[in-house]
């Protein structure tokens, strides 16, 4: 035992920690690897829930739409004169 | 025996020394085998099992209004497949995918007897039939989503946006224009997947980019377009002409803000509509122009110093003889004109003369010029070029012809850019129907700059012309675009339709339109309308174009914030001061009409005298008794069908005619 060099248990420990790292750090990105596939999954549902109501908001802002409803209220298009311009 | 284990030892010694050899050897081998033989192979069928490639279908890019509205987008939209070698109990399930999805139970029997994996039953099912489809959990029924493209205002701007295939391409109008910005290109992302199929991203994310298509952005205003397109739709209907449209224009931009056709069709089921439907008249039809011809022409002849404004033609009361041809005017009472009054009461005879006047070879540049003839490069799908005749092909009179608009074809687009320069003091400006090209990270990758591609005219000749436009408006063929707060300078036309087989013009079949911007000094918006054989109510462009050039001007000049100028101001502010309640038909009647008005409302149901009034006077005159309305001619009126005092019970139509003042 006593011709076991200093140097020697040192490099073993070394090996063992670096190893250790390399593991530990391989696990981790496979595990991030995951969230993130997660979290892109999670983020096309948002994006496809956005672009749903965006497209909502575009149907429901069609101005012949706006048009037949404001019609059915009553609204016209100010005849002209009825605009009065108020000048300071 | 000692000896003899000694001998045997190395015996045996030998013996695994060769085994050993041999067995590294075979290993070396094998190794060798592996590597270097099948190396090649065999990494690839390891990378086929732990590496996959995950195809992203790019996502069609939108197109937007100038605002930023969507006009065009993609959806997923569920589709019902199957396939068929999977299926069992194929009558049972036919019966239930036939009366979950609409399809006939023969046809769907046909489908799943065919020897093929896949197969689509219906491309395109609702949300709740997809899910209907799939709680049944058949055996061999798959449940696709694929994009489809979705216009959300349905009809409007149709035209110009066009379609797309179910295959995602482009198929029509700017769809199809630009299909290379908007349908992005399909790129793989290499991804390591575990034992689960799981997808495990370590590399690669940077593969993902710049797959989806671009998003375009035109210069279209959706309001002005909803107005353009209504009043359109609105007056074509009641004139029913074959066909129309109109172009609003910003003259100091070039940009088109508005496009409408008609008939229109809805995009979202664009097979349903016949094929004339899907064109775009307004770039790829060229007609003979008529009369909006003049102030082109006028231009020139102004710039060539060919003529003034007060230079005096004699019009030859309506009847020009010229190398065995008689050129008419509608009225005959057309005498010595000035220029000014020639394109005011829009007589051919006189435009015929300034038409003589030119070279041919000046006219034929000056054509040239203006546009006619040449591809105006707006942006859009089909532009025509027009027919401009090589010089070579003119008739002798073919000067005094072309002069108002006929033997000469032009597209809308070209009117609307000559008109732009008129309006803008002589510049003639690129046409541009796209704003901007963004790619799916916002980076814009083309933005579109007012184009100077030449000036024209100078600003003399241009007030000049301007004024003219101006008289046509204020009193003569274009009244109908008369607007209380704003100055309009205009130009009718009514241009006669070729027979294509016999090569002579019909005589009862016209081409009616009307051209004119706003305000007049400092012109903020140039419109276009054109109508193909109108056949009710008139078939001249001043009665049957103008009213939608004046009803959008109205409502596009309100939309822009664009507001009068001192003078209507003053306007108002008297006629507030006269009448308390501001009424339209007050501002817009004469002394003479108010009292015509008081008098009607004792004596309704009595057919009123409408001698000398305008065309717009007459029909308020007369709206509440719902007449079907034939107009003749223009100016103020002379004749009517039904006799002033008349009782109206029973009638039903009219015929007014009209003529420009003496």
């Given at each position: 035992?006593?011709?076991?060099?200093?140097?020697?248990?040192?490099?073993?420990?070394?090996?063992?920690?670096?190893?250790?790292?390399?593991?530990?750090?391989?696990?981790?990105?496979?595990?991030?690897?995951?969230?993130?596939?997660?979290?892109?999954?999670?983020?096309?549902?948002?994006?496809?829930?956005?672009?749903?109501?965006?497209?909502?908001?575009?149907?429901?802002?069609?101005?012949?739409?706006?048009?037949?409803?404001?019609?059915?209220?009553?609204?016209?298009?100010?005849?002209?004169?009825?605009?009065?311009?108020?000048?300071? | 025996?000692?000896?003899?284990?000694?001998?045997?030892?190395?015996?045996?010694?030998?013996?695994?020394?060769?085994?050993?050899?041999?067995?590294?050897?075979?290993?070396?081998?094998?190794?060798?085998?592996?590597?270097?033989?099948?190396?090649?192979?065999?990494?690839?069928?390891?990378?086929?099992?732990?590496?996959?490639?995950?195809?992203?279908?790019?996502?069609?890019?939108?197109?937007?209004?100038?605002?930023?509205?969507?006009?065009?987008?993609?959806?997923?939209?569920?589709?019902?497949?199957?396939?068929?070698?999977?299926?069992?109990?194929?009558?049972?399930?036919?019966?239930?995918?036939?009366?979950?999805?609409?399809?006939?139970?023969?046809?769907?029997?046909?489908?799943?007897?065919?020897?093929?994996?896949?197969?689509?039953?219906?491309?395109?099912?609702?949300?709740?039939?997809?899910?209907?489809?799939?709680?049944?959990?058949?055996?061999?029924?798959?449940?696709?989503?694929?994009?489809?493209?979705?216009?959300?205002?349905?009809?409007?701007?149709?035209?110009?946006?066009?379609?797309?295939?179910?295959?995602?391409?482009?198929?029509?109008?700017?769809?199809?224009?630009?299909?290379?910005?908007?349908?992005?290109?399909?790129?793989?992302?290499?991804?390591?997947?575990?034992?689960?199929?799981?997808?495990?991203?370590?590399?690669?994310?940077?593969?993902?980019?710049?797959?989806?298509?671009?998003?375009?952005?035109?210069?279209?205003?959706?309001?002005?377009?909803?107005?353009?397109?209504?009043?359109?739709?609105?007056?074509?209907?009641?004139?029913?002409?074959?066909?129309?449209?109109?172009?609003?224009?910003?003259?100091?931009?070039?940009?088109?803000?508005?496009?409408?056709?008609?008939?229109?069709?809805?995009?979202?089921?664009?097979?349903?509509?016949?094929?004339?439907?899907?064109?775009?008249?307004?770039?790829?039809?060229?007609?003979?122009?008529?009369?909006?011809?003049?102030?082109?022409?006028?231009?020139?002849?102004?710039?060539?110093?060919?003529?003034?404004?007060?230079?005096?033609?004699?019009?030859?009361?309506?009847?020009?003889?010229?190398?065995?041809?008689?050129?008419?005017?509608?009225?005959?009472?057309?005498?010595?004109?000035?220029?000014?009054?020639?394109?005011?009461?829009?007589?051919?005879?006189?435009?015929?003369?300034?038409?003589?006047?030119?070279?041919?070879?000046?006219?034929?540049?000056?054509?040239?010029?203006?546009?006619?003839?040449?591809?105006?490069?707006?942006?859009?799908?089909?532009?025509?070029?027009?027919?401009?005749?090589?010089?070579?092909?003119?008739?002798?009179?073919?000067?005094?012809?072309?002069?108002?608009?006929?033997?000469?074809?032009?597209?809308?687009?070209?009117?609307?850019?000559?008109?732009?320069?008129?309006?803008?003091?002589?510049?003639?400006?690129?046409?541009?129907?796209?704003?901007?090209?963004?790619?799916?990270?916002?980076?814009?990758?083309?933005?579109?700059?007012?184009?100077?591609?030449?000036?024209?005219?100078?600003?003399?000749?241009?007030?000049?012309?301007?004024?003219?436009?101006?008289?046509?408006?204020?009193?003569?063929?274009?009244?109908?675009?008369?607007?209380?707060?704003?100055?309009?300078?205009?130009?009718?036309?009514?241009?006669?339709?070729?027979?294509?087989?016999?090569?002579?013009?019909?005589?009862?079949?016209?081409?009616?339109?009307?051209?004119?911007?706003?305000?007049?000094?400092?012109?903020?918006?140039?419109?276009?309308?054109?109508?193909?054989?109108?056949?009710?109510?008139?078939?001249?462009?001043?009665?049957?174009?103008?009213?939608?050039?004046?009803?959008?001007?109205?409502?596009?000049?309100?939309?822009?914030?664009?507001?009068?100028?001192?003078?209507?101001?003053?306007?108002?502010?008297?006629?507030?001061?006269?009448?308390?309640?501001?009424?339209?038909?007050?501002?817009?009647?004469?002394?003479?009409?108010?009292?015509?008005?008081?008098?009607?409302?004792?004596?309704?149901g009595i057919m009123?005298?409408?001698?000398?009034?305008?065309?717009?006077?007459?029909?308020?005159?007369i709206?509440?008794y719902n007449l079907q309305i034939?107009?003749?001619?223009?100016?103020?009126?002379?004749?009517q069908s039904i006799k002033?005092?008349s009782n109206m019970s029973g009638k039903k139509n009219i015929?007014?005619?009209?003529?420009?003042?003496?």
């Amino acid at each position: 035992m006593s011709k076991i060099k200093p140097y020697f248990i040192v490099a073993i420990i070394t090996f063992t920690i670096l190893g250790m790292f390399y593991v530990w750090t391989t696990m981790e990105s496979i595990k991030l690897g995951y969230d993130i596939n997660k979290l892109n999954i999670i983020k096309s549902k948002i994006e496809r829930k956005h672009k749903e109501l965006l497209i909502k908001k575009a149907a429901l802002s069609s101005p012949s739409r706006i048009y037949k409803i404001a019609k059915k209220m009553g609204f016209i298009y100010p005849k002209e004169g009825e605009i009065i311009m108020v000048h300071d | 025996m000692i000896k003899l284990w000694k001998t045997t030892l190395k015996l045996r010694m030998l013996i695994g020394f060769i085994a050993v050899a041999i067995f590294g050897g075979l290993l070396v081998i094998r190794a060798f085998n592996l590597q270097i033989i099948e190396g090649k192979r065999l990494r690839m069928l390891a990378r086929r099992q732990f590496h996959t490639e995950v195809y992203f279908t790019p996502k069609r890019g939108n197109i937007y209004s100038s605002n930023g509205s969507i006009l065009a987008t993609s959806v997923d939209i569920p589709g019902v497949a199957v396939d068929p070698l999977m299926m069992r109990h194929k009558l049972k399930n036919a019966e239930k995918l036939s009366r979950l999805t609409g399809i006939s139970f023969q046809k769907i029997i046909r489908i799943l007897n065919l020897n093929i994996q896949f197969a689509w039953i219906k491309r395109r099912v609702s949300g709740s039939i997809a899910k209907n489809v799939e709680k049944q959990g058949i055996s061999g029924v798959i449940i696709v989503k694929q994009p489809v493209r979705y216009y959300p205002n349905g009809s409007l701007l149709a035209h110009v946006l066009g379609f797309v295939g179910i295959n995602d391409n482009g198929l029509s109008g700017i769809e199809y224009k630009y299909n290379k910005y908007l349908r992005g290109s399909r790129h793989a992302l290499r991804v390591l997947h575990d034992g689960f199929g799981q997808y495990i991203f370590i590399k690669g994310f940077g593969l993902r980019k710049a797959t989806h298509g671009d998003n375009i952005y035109l210069t279209i205003n959706k309001q002005l377009q909803f107005v353009t397109q209504y009043y359109l739709d609105k007056e074509a209907k009641a004139a029913d002409s074959r066909g129309a449209f109109a172009i609003l224009m910003d003259p100091n931009t070039g940009a088109i803000l508005a496009m409408a056709d008609y008939p229109r069709f809805n995009p979202n089921y664009y097979w349903k509509y016949p094929a004339r439907y899907w064109r775009n008249r307004a770039v790829t039809d060229d007609f003979e122009p008529g009369s909006t011809m003049k102030p082109f022409v006028v231009s020139a002849a102004l710039m060539e110093g060919l003529i003034k404004p007060n230079t005096i033609i004699n019009c030859h009361h309506g009847a020009y003889s010229i190398d065995g041809i008689t050129v008419h005017d509608v009225e005959n009472w057309f005498g010595r004109f000035s220029v000014n009054q020639i394109v005011e009461y829009s007589s051919n005879v006189g435009e015929c003369q300034i038409g003589m006047r030119f070279k041919k070879a000046e006219l034929y540049r000056w054509f040239g010029l203006w546009g006619f003839g040449h591809t105006p490069h707006a942006g859009l799908l089909g532009e025509a070029n027009g027919i401009v005749r090589p010089l070579n092909k003119w008739s002798e009179i073919g000067p005094c012809e072309m002069a108002f608009g006929q033997g000469i074809s032009v597209t809308g687009l070209q009117e609307i850019v000559g008109l732009s320069a008129i309006a803008n003091g002589g510049r003639i400006m690129k046409p541009h129907i796209i704003k901007k090209i963004v790619n799916p990270y916002g980076k814009v990758v083309y933005k579109a700059k007012p184009d100077v591609l030449k000036r024209i005219i100078t600003p003399r000749v241009d007030k000049e012309v301007k004024y003219m436009m101006r008289l046509v408006v204020k009193g003569g063929t274009g009244q109908y675009c008369k607007l209380i707060d704003f100055r309009v300078s205009g130009k009718t036309g009514t241009g006669q339709i070729a027979d294509p087989k016999t090569g002579k013009y019909y005589n009862n079949l016209y081409t009616a339109s009307f051209m004119a911007f706003v305000p007049y000094r400092h012109p903020k918006l140039a419109m276009i309308v054109v109508q193909e054989k109108p056949r009710k109510i008139s078939y001249y462009g001043g009665a049957v174009s103008a009213p939608v050039v004046r009803e959008v001007f109205k409502r596009a000049l309100n939309i822009l914030n664009i507001y009068p100028g001192e003078r209507a101001y003053r306007k108002q502010l008297k006629s507030n001061n006269s009448n308390n309640n501001i009424n339209i038909n007050n501002i817009a009647l004469t002394k003479h009409n108010k009292k015509k008005l008081s008098v009607l409302k004792d004596y309704s149901g009595i057919m009123p005298d409408l001698t000398g009034d305008t065309i717009s006077v007459a029909l308020k005159l007369i709206r509440k008794y719902n007449l079907q309305i034939k107009i003749k001619g223009s100016g103020y009126l002379y004749y009517q069908s039904i006799k002033p005092g008349s009782n109206m019970s029973g009638k039903k139509n009219i015929i007014l005619e009209f003529k420009p003042l003496t």
